[in-house]
């Protein structure tokens, strides 16, 4: 695996699937509330311009395909780079979601929209990491397969195209009938959020769980 790979979590190893799991798995909540929870949902706008500028670090079909149809759906053309919701996803892409720079961003979009929403904004960048490494794993696991290139499968590859696999195969029906889909209202908009982050939740927790449970909750 490159510098750069290892950086940006393109692909899964074994060390780094284990560690942002246990985090993935603390952060459901807030992804769930960036949707619906009075006092830290965010406008379907927000939320996709933060997915959107996650995903264009370091990108993933899957996520390319989701969240381009349902930024489209929400009315959003591209980013607005001077947001502070997009400044903060800038900087949690480039960097992976740790580290001092990181930080400095929380606090300064904390306080230009408050804590509890900031922490929606900080979850969505968690399942946008966790969206396009995984997805990014599973297609090359399926590309070393189908090209016949099995010395160079990893026990990791294989582990997160049985795990993942079904649901990703499931996302990339879903972005084919997303794109005949019509824009819609902000209430809908955020319901099917809601009903999205389901089956994500569902496959996360458990690996999640046992997640926390090798590395003794470190995140």
Same mark, same amino acid.
């Given at each position: 695996?490159?510098?750069?790979?290892?950086r940006t979590r393109k692909?899964?190893?074994?060390?780094?699937?284990?560690?942002?799991?246990?985090?993935?798995?603390?952060?459901?909540?807030?992804?769930?509330?960036?949707?619906?929870?009075?006092?830290?949902s965010?406008?379907?706008?927000?939320?996709?311009?933060?997915?959107?500028?996650?995903?264009?670090?370091?990108?993933?079909?899957?996520?390319?395909?989701?969240?381009?149809?349902?930024?489209?759906?929400?009315g959003?053309?591209?980013?607005?780079?001077?947001?502070?919701?997009?400044?903060?996803?800038t900087?949690?892409?480039?960097e992976?979601?740790?580290?001092?720079?990181v930080?400095?961003?929380?606090d300064?979009l904390v306080?230009?929209?408050g804590?509890r929403?900031?922490?929606?904004?900080?979850?969505?960048?968690?399942?946008?990491l966790?969206?396009?490494?995984?997805?990014?794993?599973?297609?090359?696991?399926?590309?070393?397969?189908?090209?016949?290139?099995?010395?160079?499968l990893?026990?990791?590859?294989? =582990?997160?195209? +049985?795990?993942?696999?079904? !649901?990703? $195969?499931?996302?990339? *029906?879903?972005?084919?009938? @997303?794109?005949? #889909?019509?824009s819609?209202?902000?209430? =809908?908009?955020? +319901?099917?959020?809601?009903? !999205?982050? $389901?089956?994500?939740? *569902?496959?996360?927790?458990p @690996?999640?769980? #046992?997640?926390?449970?090798?590395?003794?909750?470190?995140?």
């Open positions: 695996m490159s510098l750069t790979e290892i692909l899964w190893d074994w060390n780094t699937l284990l560690r942002d799991h246990t985090r993935f798995v603390t952060m459901l909540p807030n992804y769930l509330a960036a949707y619906i929870a009075p006092g830290y965010l406008s379907p706008a927000t939320i996709e311009s933060v997915l959107l500028t996650m995903n264009s670090i370091n990108t993933c079909p899957y996520c390319t395909g989701l969240h381009g149809q349902l930024a489209r759906m929400a959003v053309d591209k980013p607005n780079p001077t947001d502070a919701e997009v400044i903060y996803a900087t949690f892409a480039h992976s979601g740790r580290g001092s720079d930080d400095s961003s929380y300064a306080a230009k929209i804590s929403r900031a922490q929606s904004v900080r979850a969505l960048c968690w399942a946008l966790w969206g396009k490494t995984t997805g990014n794993t599973v297609n090359c696991a399926r590309d070393k397969i189908l090209k016949l290139q099995l010395t160079q990893r026990a990791v590859d294989l =582990f997160v195209l +049985a795990y993942y696999g079904p !649901l990703f $195969l499931v996302i990339g *029906l879903l972005n084919k009938m @997303l794109t005949v #889909a019509p819609i209202p902000k209430f =809908f908009s955020a +319901a099917l959020g809601a009903v !999205l982050w $389901l089956p994500l939740a *569902l496959n996360i927790i @690996l999640g769980l #046992a997640s926390i449970a090798v590395n003794f909750g470190v995140v």
